[in-house]
């Protein structure tokens, strides 16, 4: 065989560049007992040849399936009834083969491990506003959808298996409700709280009744014969009459109108896993049971955000906004700085700030003059909140522009004035001063006593005259004496 594969490897080569081909196989399990589980065989570096895959699983009895495609995609389907095999993990193989004259010689294999379970494998999921959510976080007072959802295979399984399907509810390892829809819909009301949800799903896979018999199996469904589960005896609660169905409840004596809030005050601060709570429905063997828990923890949207300071700032200030919101911490936040007018579209993202505070402060410089708009993100686990202001920077003393530049005129100029008013009046004022004296000196000739006026008459005498300067005033009888100033 090793000149064939020789001869056969120059071939691959000369046609594709590589000498041989991969296959890989995947399985969409874990699947309950009785479902299907589809394997995918694919080619890789497949160039439009023709192979046969041979599929087989190592499970007892084991399935063995051969076919011929000119594809790189090939499904193997295969059942596994409930009452022919048992729960476990098993390896499905495929050997993928080329016809080589005169064998189909073997390229290449794979294989993938699968589990079968005698449970249902699903997830719990919590949606909200039409919305799975990201995380097993709420919003308080808006109801809560949990649904279970199953593969794909499952589902099928169940509804060509079984006669009845329902799914008992548990919150706080309190019997609840039994529904037909895989879901149940729960308003939270306290927040910052953690719940345990538990739902049991059970399907009677008694054969469906032949339509000429009497529908007696469909009454013998599970919801008569639900028992609720032994709660620690400190929970005490009542079932709301509003959602209560006409399920039998074993006579249990907790469960009887105590509290109106006991399920929703109830917390649990350990982990979904240290939790158990012993919620039984007793089941024969001819039922299908699928188990799914969650925590749901409660918390407050973030509302109600509101930036206060100036967003009115003159040139070289620095903007100092404080930023409040209500909602359940810890947040992460985040600043975006858009120039201009910025329309928030709510998707906004940034590296983001931790506080466990439900205010923080908003300190930013801007260099230029313009108008900008501040982004705010704010995170909790619930959801995201985004919010804007629009910032203007001006210039000068006063708001607007136009008045700054007429006061970087007027200012100056006033000053200027005032100062050569006071230089010229002061001049003046010393010029009839140093007159008077002279004036004193000439008439001392002829005034028999120079000292006739008084020190305050004197004084008085100058004042008049400087104030009587800008007068001009030419009955003032010291007016002609300029003469003799301009002499001296
Ligand atoms: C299989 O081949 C088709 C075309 O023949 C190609 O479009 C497709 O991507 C291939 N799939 C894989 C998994 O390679
Ligand atoms: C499955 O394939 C891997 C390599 O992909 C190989 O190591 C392993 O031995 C195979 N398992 C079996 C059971 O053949
Ligand atoms: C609910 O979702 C819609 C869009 O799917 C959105 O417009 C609306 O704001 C959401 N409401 C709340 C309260 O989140
Ligand atoms: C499982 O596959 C078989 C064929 O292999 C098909 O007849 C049957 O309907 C499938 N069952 C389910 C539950 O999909
Ligand atoms: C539960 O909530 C979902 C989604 O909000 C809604 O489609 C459904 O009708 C509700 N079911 C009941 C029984 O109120
Ligand atoms: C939720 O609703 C309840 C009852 O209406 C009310 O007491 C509680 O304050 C609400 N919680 C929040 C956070 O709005
Ligand atoms: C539920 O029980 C009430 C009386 O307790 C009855 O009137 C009603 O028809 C029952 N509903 C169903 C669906 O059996
Ligand atoms: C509940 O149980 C008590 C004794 O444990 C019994 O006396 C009573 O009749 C029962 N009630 C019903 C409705 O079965
Ligand atoms: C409910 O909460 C209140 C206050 O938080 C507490 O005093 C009370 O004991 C709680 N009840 C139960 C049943 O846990
Ligand atoms: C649940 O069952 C386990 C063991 O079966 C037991 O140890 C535990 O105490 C039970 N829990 C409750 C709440 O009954
Ligand atoms: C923001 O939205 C308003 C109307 O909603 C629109 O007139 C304006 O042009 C938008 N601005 C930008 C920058 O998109
Ligand atoms: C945000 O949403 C807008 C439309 O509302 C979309 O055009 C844009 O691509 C989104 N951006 C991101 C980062 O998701």
């Avoid at 476990?88 to 080329?98: C, M, Q």
């Avoid at 593969?151 to 399984?157: A, G, L, S």
Wanted: contains cysteine; aromatic residues 12%.
């Amino acid at each position: 065989m090793t000149s064939l594969h020789f001869y056969f490897c120059v071939a691959l080569v000369i046609k594709t560049g590589v000498c041989g081909v991969y296959v890989s196989l995947s399985n969409d399990g874990p699947a309950v007992l009785g479902s299907n589980i589809t394997f995918t065989a694919t080619v890789l570096g497949y160039t439009d040849e023709e192979f046969k895959f041979e599929f087989y699983d190592n499970i007892q009895p084991h399935h063995k399936d051969s076919l011929i495609k000119k594809s790189n995609v090939s499904i193997w389907n295969v059942e596994y009834p409930r009452d022919l095999y048992e729960a476990g993990e098993y390896t499905a193989f495929v050997d993928l083969r080329k016809f080589f004259f005169p064998v189909w010689y073997l390229e290449a294999s794979a294989n993938t491990t699968f589990q079968l379970t005698d449970s249902l494998n699903g997830k719990l999921m919590l949606s909200q506003n039409n919305t799975d959510r990201p995380n097993n976080f709420v919003a308080v007072n808006k109801s809560v959808h949990h649904y279970v959802k199953l593969p794909d295979n499952e589902i099928q399984f169940l509804e060509n298996n079984s006669s009845s399907i329902v799914t008992h509810w548990f919150l706080d390892c309190v019997f609840f409700d039994t529904t037909t829809d895989f879901a149940l819909n729960y308003t939270y009301e306290d927040t910052m709280t953690d719940h345990h949800v538990e739902a049991i799903v059970v399907a009677n896979n008694e054969p469906l009744p032949p339509i000429t018999t009497t529908t007696t199996t469909t009454t013998t469904t599970t919801t008569t014969t639900t028992t609720t589960p032994k709660p620690p005896a400190s929970i005490e609660t009542e079932i709301p009459s509003t959602t209560q169905k006409n399920v039998t409840i074993t006579n249990d004596t907790t469960v009887h109108k105590v509290q109106k809030r006991a399920i929703s005050n109830r917390t649990f601060k350990n982990s979904a896993k240290e939790i158990v709570c012993n919620n039984t429905v007793p089941v024969g063997k001819s039922y299908t049971v699928g188990r799914f828990q969650q925590t749901v923890s409660v918390r407050d949207p973030i509302s109600k955000v509101d930036i206060a300071g100036r967003n009115w700032l003159q040139h070289g200030d620095l903007l100092d906004l404080q930023v409040k919101y209500t909602g359940s911490p810890p947040f992460d936040y985040c600043i975006i700085y858009k120039l201009g007018q910025y329309n928030v579209t709510g998707n906004e993202t940034c590296k983001t700030t931790r506080t466990v505070s439900n205010e923080f402060p908003l300190v930013h410089y801007f260099p230029d003059i313009d108008q900008h708009t501040v982004v705010v993100v704010i995170e909790n686990d619930i959801g995201n909140y985004v919010s804007s202001v629009t910032v203007n920077i001006y210039k000068g003393l006063f708001s607007a522009p136009g008045h700054a530049q007429l006061s970087v005129i007027v200012v100056p100029v006033f000053f200027c004035l005032v100062a050569v008013i006071l230089v010229v009046f002061g001049i003046a004022y010393y010029q009839h001063r140093s007159r008077h004296t002279v004036e004193v000196a000439d008439f001392d000739f002829g005034q028999a006593n120079p000292e006739y006026k008084s020190f305050t008459e004197r004084l008085r005498d100058s004042f008049r005259n400087a104030f009587n300067f800008g007068h001009r005033d030419d009955t003032d009888p010291l007016t002609p004496d300029t003469r003799y100033d301009s002499m001296t």
